[in-house]
């Protein structure tokens, strides 16, 4: 075929015949006609490299087209980031040091957040206190709550959630007292809040925002999500769809938000398009969940299992279990990578590997263990996995309730220093 499209292509070049004849407008056209044919033909020919290029340089034409210079930076950058997050890494040799403990909290706490420098922590407790920590030398300021004290400028009742948004300088907060919180991360110890904004009709026991700052988003124990402009102060959409008490909530990607909650249900929430994907394989409440990248994401459940998801089917594509009765805490991984850490009521710090079957008869994905079961000094309440470091808060009792309480649980954090190599997109 190849051989009868270059004698095509040669005969189109070869010039016509002088035979005295006067040549019509009609051959004219017929010899313009045969130019598109020549830019097929370069198409077929190029190189799977030239033909990105080109592409590229249609879409960026496209972009200049319709939209202003810096519109279209914009655009490609956004365009960039989004081909970024749905590639992913292939960890290699990861290992995982000696854990150390800092002690803080007076009571339980209850959630946790690290900076993407990964020097500062800042977590929250039982006993309404917000604590910024110092990831190096361990000191701490204290953001001070009072319970059932309303005018204490904090919490006047246990906080349960914290989330970090670093490019517009906030530090979020929310809990039992149905506020969410808005606090300046550079200001001095003991501080009040900076803001406080309504709108829950109970508890706010999750927190996750966008990378840009633009929205946050808040799961509540009144069965709603809701979607806040941080610019107004002010909220702009309320989800609902949950049939009980939300427990916990991540985010990756811009706009889809994943929760879990006492119905026993993880819900993938399209806020564009004001719907939203049900997993409900679980028998218990789920308490924590974990995007690991663009299609596939962790939930732990007080039934002891830890399944993994993809956002194309219905079914667990992998799953383990804790044993009866233990529940699972807390849920974090590396992002786009097969490496999911869960945390659990007794303090078991357990790190996975999804992997694919290596018999001929299961070519599914399954759930491996990567390294050893690491024991912590209390119910793991919430965790963070960083580049080099993993973040737990460690408590005497779990933070909805106050279950599973052991005699030489402790309060505080725990980090873990972490260290693996990234081979590339897999």
Not at 117 to 132: L, N, Y
Not at 133 to 142: A, C, F, P
Not at 232 to 257: E, S, W
Not at 280 to 290: E, F
Request: hydrophobic share 35%; glycine share 8%.
């Amino acid at each position: 075929m190849v051989k009868r499209k270059r004698d095509k292509l040669k005969a189109s070049k070869e010039p016509p015949q002088d035979d005295g004849a006067v040549q019509s407008d009609d051959e004219d056209s017929d010899l313009e006609a045969k130019v598109p044919e020549e830019e097929e033909e370069e198409e077929f020919f190029e190189t799977p490299d030239e033909k990105r290029v080109r592409l590229a340089k249609e879409y960026l034409g496209m972009l200049k087209e319709t939209r202003a210079p810096e519109q279209v930076q914009e655009q490609v950058s956004r365009d960039v980031e989004e081909q970024e997050q749905r590639s992913r890494l292939q960890v290699a040799d990861m290992s995982l040091g000696e854990p150390r403990y800092i002690k803080g909290h007076r009571m339980s706490p209850t959630c946790l957040a690290m900076t993407s420098d990964e020097s500062t922590i800042w977590t929250g407790g039982k006993e309404c206190d917000v604590i910024r920590w110092d990831v190096e030398t361990g000191k701490k300021d204290l953001f001070p709550g009072a319970l059932h004290n309303f005018d204490c400028a904090g919490h006047f009742d246990r906080v349960l959630s914290v989330c970090l948004v670093e490019k517009r300088h906030l530090v979020l907060t929310g809990g039992i007292d149905r506020v969410l919180r808005l606090w300046d991360p550079r200001a001095p110890a003991k501080s009040g809040c900076a803001q406080k904004l309504l709108g829950h009709g109970g508890a706010i026991s999750a927190i996750a925002a966008e990378p840009d700052g633009s929205q946050v988003y808040t799961a509540s124990a009144d069965k709603s999500i809701k979607v806040w402009d941080l610019a107004a102060n002010r909220t702009v959409d309320t989800l609902l769809g949950h049939v009980g008490p939300l427990c916990t909530m991540d985010l990756y990607q811009k706009g889809r938000p994943l929760t879990g909650g006492m119905d026993k249900t993880v819900r993938l929430w399209k806020v564009d398009k004001d719907t939203h994907l049900m997993f409900n394989k679980h028998q218990y409440s789920v308490d924590a969940v974990s995007v690991i990248d663009h299609e596939r994401f962790a939930s732990g459940s007080q039934d002891g299992s830890l399944l993994i998801w993809s956002s194309t089917s219905k079914k667990p594509v992998a799953s383990a279990s804790m044993g009866n009765g233990v529940w699972v805490t807390a849920l974090a991984c590396i992002r786009r990578s097969s490496i999911v850490f869960s945390g659990t009521v007794n303090g078991k710090l357990q790190p996975w590997c999804i992997q694919r079957g290596a018999s001929e008869g299961n070519k599914g994905l399954k759930l491996e263990k990567c390294a050893d079961t690491i024991q912590l000094p209390g119910s793991i309440n919430a965790m963070v996995v960083g580049r080099s470091v993993i973040a737990c808060a460690v408590a005497y009792e779990h933070r909805l309730g106050r279950w599973f309480r052991g005699t030489d649980y402790k309060n505080g954090i725990v980090l873990i220093p972490l260290s693996y190599r990234e081979q590339g997109p897999g």
